[in-house]
């Protein structure tokens, strides 16, 4: 299994680049990044500076969307740090949350990801793609063997599918074993119905890891509050498929949707950190489920039946107050055990 690292591109920009960087000596071997232009630093521009300060870390946005960058401008980005630094970024795509709606703008429709997943990888590439209204467009400056894998955000149906049919990689935001399965399955049973071979989608969960000295009740509280924004984030996307669905679908699992009923709106200025006021009403029974929280043990355990679901990288969110701490946590008492058994 590899290992990721997620981070905001919160300033100063030198901070994001040396947790990267420490992440790079423990074991991980992706780094990821929100991509908010509003919120937070330009992530690209961060990117240069990871990649010309670690020597293997593949980068990428967890994730960007195709309306808040025109889709040749992002492909250029992607193929320019490929030919500087030798094809170690991945291009993670979704719907849009913060990034579009921060700015007045709706998540992307299907169709819109579609085709845009289609023009950056080929562009990135060095093939040609019709930008739409029949202008056919190629880099005449990439080099042959440039490549750009797409890996698509999801969680409703017809999102999996997509995922499926047409994406190089499936990430998942959130760790639970239940929801990991059920989707798991929907990628790859989609892949295999395009004529695809399931195996070669590869599958990434990402969610927050928090790392106790015990599993004491203090312990855990004090974890699960530096932890529980993070269901208020996946409320978001949650909550637009209540809207599309109906909160009692047999097209989503109520194990998703269940806990957004008392959701009562979200302010985006606490997007993503610890204390988001906006999370009071994600359960305990949420973090524990979505995240990785506990002692070693209880992180080995879960991420071993993790693996065992078809999970290819696990990515760590990083935001709490212990961020130096997970990393070398990870990287000395739970990669080695977990790569090793």
């Avoid at 797409?150 to 999996?160: C, D, N, Q, S, T």
């Avoid at 074993?177 to 004529?195: I, S």
């Avoid at 008392?262 to 302010?267: I, L, S, V």
């Amino acid at each position: 299994m590899d290992f990721g690292l997620v981070l905001q591109t919160d300033p100063p920009a030198s901070r994001v680049v040396e947790l990267m960087r420490r992440a790079e000596r423990n074991g991980f071997r992706y780094g990821w990044t929100f991509d908010s232009a509003v919120l937070w630093q330009e992530p690209f521009v961060i990117y240069s500076q990871i990649l010309a300060q670690t020597e293997h870390l593949t980068v990428g946005p967890m994730v960007t969307n195709p309306s808040t960058r025109t889709w040749e401008v992002t492909a250029s980005t992607f193929a320019t740090l490929n030919d500087m630094f030798g094809n170690r970024t991945v291009c993670g795509i979704g719907r849009g949350d913060s990034a579009v709606r921060v700015a007045g703008r709706k998540p992307n429709t299907l169709a819109r990801i579609s085709e845009a997943m289609k023009v950056i990888r080929a562009l990135a590439s060095g093939q040609e793609a019709d930008l739409g209204g029949g202008t056919v467009v190629k880099f005449p400056w990439v080099e042959p063997g440039a490549h750009l894998p797409v890996w698509m955000a999801a969680y409703g149906p017809k999102a999996l599918k997509m995922a499926g049919e047409e994406a190089d990689g499936f990430i998942l935001q959130l760790a639970d074993l239940y929801l990991t399965e059920y989707m798991v399955k929907a990628v790859r049973d989609a892949a295999a119905a395009a004529g695809r071979d399931p195996a070669e989608v590869t599958v990434c969960v990402a969610a927050p890891a928090y790392v106790t000295a015990d599993d004491s009740p203090e312990a855990l509280a004090h974890a699960r509050e530096q932890c529980r924004w993070f269901g208020g984030m996946v409320g978001n996307h949650v909550a637009d498929l209540v809207a599309r669905y109906g909160e009692q679908s047999d097209a989503v699992p109520t194990a998703l949707t269940d806990y957004i009923k008392a959701r009562q709106g979200y302010d985006y200025a606490h997007h993503g950190r610890a204390g988001n006021p906006d999370t009071a009403f994600v359960p305990d029974e949420i973090v524990d489920r979505f995240c990785l929280i506990g002692p070693v043990e209880k992180h080995i355990e879960k991420l071993t039946a993790l693996r065992e679901l078809g999970v290819d990288q696990f990515a760590v969110y990083d935001m709490h107050d212990a961020q130096e701490a997970v990393i070398d946590a990870y990287g000395r008492e739970v990669i080695p055990v977990v790569n090793f058994r």
